[in-house]
């Protein structure tokens, strides 16, 4: 590895001193963008006696886009890497706190955010005069050497050439690579009008929404990027029309006379998504958005490129290896990487889908439009602008000192004290028994519902009873087939109203194929021995007698005390099976078609409505929303689902996704279903439940009061925390009814004191804010820093 001259690391540490006999890599660089321009530089700085070349294309000033936008903590990360770097950029910065969104003829701002701006050309000028004086050799106006050869020649080559890398497409096998085009068209130009805020403009046109993010970037210029669902954009003309003068047209009131421009060719194009699932191939490797994209609406483009040139400089640097370097450099930046794409996505998602949001009161829709990516929060936003925040509650109708988790909701006429459910967890713990004996919940159940219930969850739900011996989930899964077991549901819902102010629902399914499966510890779908039942297509017959069961059975559930029934449609169970066409391979009325795949279910969800549960009390269904697989349900065939299933009389839909096929490609994180809930919500209007890695009260909140959802379920946190809802009430300093202590339980309603407090230091004089107190909130607005 190249070492600095001293042949010693910048503390003088002994690691890299040893290894400065040997001779100095060469590096070449494939693209001078930032994120390349960057990595030479660092590189070059921690070690001086590196070969390191630059291969740009294009000349040193050509670029597309106009301002590139940096949080505070990206900033931080470029001053700790290179102060030098640093110190230039900051000298070119526009400043600015507050976003403004213009929604139906209102300016609804959000402060405290804390951007800063500044041209990419002049960023570039930057990171060029860096490289230079450190000793990088760049080469602009001619393309770069085949990788391979390249890769031949050097110890390293990165590949740092965009989106449109032609290195990674050379090699799209051995990365793995996937790119994918997106609904939207955009247009990314300047404007001489000068902006004090980042403003977000949505106007409604005869032919669809159109909208604009616009930001400062310098004290005589702001960034205008035009965006819409392309069949808006074929609508409007636009794909015949000269951008530039159109755009003008059609946003002549945000420019008030100002004018726009376009670089050397401006055009209308799609967002690409890069994904690849490795990042090197031999000594090349992938850097910044020929590794990944993050969609512009997240502002972290340039941020990630950056921080990936950052990381890879320090793990060449400290790493005995290029091998090692890699390995370190893919295994430190990929999670960060994903985390940031599934954001992007969720942003993309929301502008593509906007007009579902148009109905929304302008100050959620404000908040909507803040926390679309998931990142940004209610606490994040209470924290950056209190007011705001209190505002939107207010217009939503939460109730002062009220966090909207502890909001009531009425589905049909249940009322549900707060917004928190206990997802349905299979517990596979009941009597087993053969036939049609087993299948009864007991003590194990009593306690665990009783627990979660006791914990102030609105609603606590069971896991999925069978409506028949042979729909079990296996032999440890719960029925509602026979008069001991509503016996049993019947004790644990007694304790349930008697003790705590919990509603209770159950689940009714049938298993289908997945029912002869070991217990989901022992591994999940695990079959049972081969003398163990086995699937068989069902007949007309077989058809007919399920349904009957489903109908009997939610009787049951109405004798059982529970106050709110959930049809399983999900997770590749009997009836999610039909709705799938992975699944589904039936040739007759019940196969086919979207319409055919949906008819039994239909059948069964009007035979319960009709004839096995009460009118006053809410039925719900579950659906997958996405089968995660090529060729299956996806979030669009999810709504239409939504759409038949709430027009038979579904109350509510939980909305969950995958577990229908085997060879699934899920796309897990964070939230991962809120967007398809936020969707069918919207689309099909119809109240949702959100379930899927949702783990804070902070994400309920932002969810209830974004109107993504009305409820959120939780099963995991409820594993850990029996009253994770009262703790969540306790830690927001919440007291009031939507979260109710039992009476033997309100001693614990704060955390205990610790056995021993450490004597505290003195507080240290506190410093006079050097800005009044009128002028902190825009300080920074177009200006240079200090």
Not at 363 to 377: D, E, G, I, K
Not at 409 to 422: A, C, G, K, P
């Amino acid at each position: 590895m190249a070492e600095p001259h001293t042949g010693h690391t910048p503390d003088g540490g002994p690691a890299r001193a040893a290894r400065s006999h040997r001779r100095p890599m060469r590096v070449a660089c494939i693209g001078g963008g930032p994120g390349g321009l960057y990595f030479a530089a660092l590189f070059k700085r921690l070690a001086p006696d590196a070969d390191v070349t630059v291969w740009e294309r294009n000349a040193p000033d050509d670029t597309f886009g106009f301002g590139v936008v940096f949080s505070e903590e990206a900033l931080g990360g470029v001053a700790a890497a290179d102060p030098v770097v640093y110190r230039a950029m900051a000298l070119e910065f526009a400043r600015w706190d507050d976003l403004d969104v213009h929604y139906r003829g209102e300016v609804i701002t959000c402060g405290g955010h804390g951007f800063a701006a500044m041209s990419r050309r002049r960023l570039l000028a930057v990171l060029q005069d860096r490289c230079r004086e450190l000793g990088v050799r760049l080469r602009f106006g001619r393309p770069a050497p085949p990788a391979e050869v390249l890769a031949a020649e050097h110890d390293l080559v990165v590949a740092s050439d965009g989106v449109h890398s032609a290195t990674r497409d050379a090699r799209s096998a051995a990365f793995g690579s996937s790119v994918t085009s997106h609904r939207c068209r955009y247009i990314w130009l300047g404007t001489d009008l000068v902006l004090d805020a980042f403003r977000f403009d949505f106007v409604p046109t005869e032919h669809g929404v159109m909208q604009l993010h616009a930001y400062p970037y310098s004290a005589d210029a702001s960034t205008f990027v035009v965006e819409m669902r392309d069949e808006v954009w074929r609508a409007a003309g636009l794909d015949r029309k000269a951008p530039v003068a159109a755009c003008e047209r059609l946003f002549a009131h945000v420019l008030a006379g100002r004018r726009l421009f376009g670089g050397a060719a401006p055009h209308w194009t799609t967002f690409r998504t890069v994904a690849n699932s490795r990042w090197r191939d031999g000594n090349i490797v992938l850097l910044g958005d020929a590794a990944h994209t993050v969609h512009f609406s997240t502002g972290s483009g340039t941020k990630l490129a950056l921080e990936d040139a950052s990381s890879l400089a320090t793990a060449l640097h400290e790493q005995p290896t290029v091998d090692a370097a890699l390995e370190v450099y893919e295994a430190e930046r990929r999670p960060v990487a994903e985390s940031l794409g599934r954001a992007g996505r969720a942003s993309l998602e929301w502008f593509e889908n906007v007009a579902l949001y148009l109905d929304q009161p302008p100050l959620q829709f404000a908040f909507n439009l803040l926390s679309r990516s998931r990142r940004v929060t209610h606490a994040n936003l209470r924290l950056r602008d209190p007011e705001f925040t209190a505002r939107v509650e207010r217009a939503c109708g939460v109730p002062a000192g009220t966090p909207p988790m502890f909001t009531e909701l009425t589905i049909s006429q249940l009322t549900l004290r707060n917004r928190v459910v206990v997802s349905p967890m299979d517990m596979c713990s009941a009597a087993p028994g053969p036939d049609s004996a087993g299948g009864e919940p007991g003590d194990f159940h009593l306690v665990h519902l009783g627990a979660r219930a006791l914990g102030g969850a609105g609603l606590v739900m069971t896991g999925m009873a069978g409506v028949g011996p042979e729909g079990r989930l296996g032999p440890g899964g719960t029925g509602l087939w026979n008069d001991t077991q509503t016996a049993g549901w019947l004790r644990v819902t007694d304790f349930v109203h008697e003790h705590s102010g919990s509603a209770i629902g159950v689940q009714l399914g049938h298993a289908g194929r997945r029912g002869p499966t070991h217990a989901g510890w022992d591994g999940p779908d695990r079959p049972l021995p081969a003398d163990g039942p086995t699937p068989w297509t069902l007949t007309r017959t077989d058809l007919a007698r399920i349904r009957d069961e489903f109908v009997r059975a939610a009787r049951r559930a109405a004798r059982a005390g529970f106050d709110l029934l959930e049809l399983q449609y999900a997770h590749g169970s009997l009836l999610s099976a039909f709705l799938s066409p992975l699944t589904n391979r039936r040739a007759d009325a019940y196969g086919g078609s979207p319409a055919a795949r949906l008819r039994f279910p239909l059948e069964v969800l009007d035979a319960v409505r009709q004839d096995g549960w009460p009118d006053h009390r809410p039925l719900a269904v579950r659906i997958s929303a996405t089968d995660w697989a090529e060729g299956g349900n996806t979030g669009d065939d999810a709504v239409e689902i939504a759409r038949a299933l709430a027009g038979h009389g579904a109350d509510l839909l939980d909305v969950s996704s995958g577990q229908v096929v085997p060879d699934e490609r899920p796309d897990r994180g964070r939230l991962h279903n809120s967007g398809f809930a936020d969707r069918i919500r919207h689309a099909a209007a119809v109240p949702v439940v959100a379930v899927g890695a949702i783990t804070s009260y902070d994400d309920v909140n932002s969810l209830i009061l974004a109107g993504r959802a009305d409820l959120c379920a939780l099963g995991r946190p409820h594993l850990y925390d029996p009253h994770w809802t009262l703790h969540a009430a306790a830690e927001q300093g919440y007291t009031g009814p939507g979260a109710l202590w039992p009476v033997p339980y309100r001693p614990g309603s704060r955390p205990p004191y610790a056995g021993r407090v450490e004597a505290r230091r003195a507080r240290p004089p506190l410093l006079p804010d050097p800005a009044p107190a009128a002028t902190r909130h825009r300080r920074w607005r177009n200006g240079t820093a200090p």
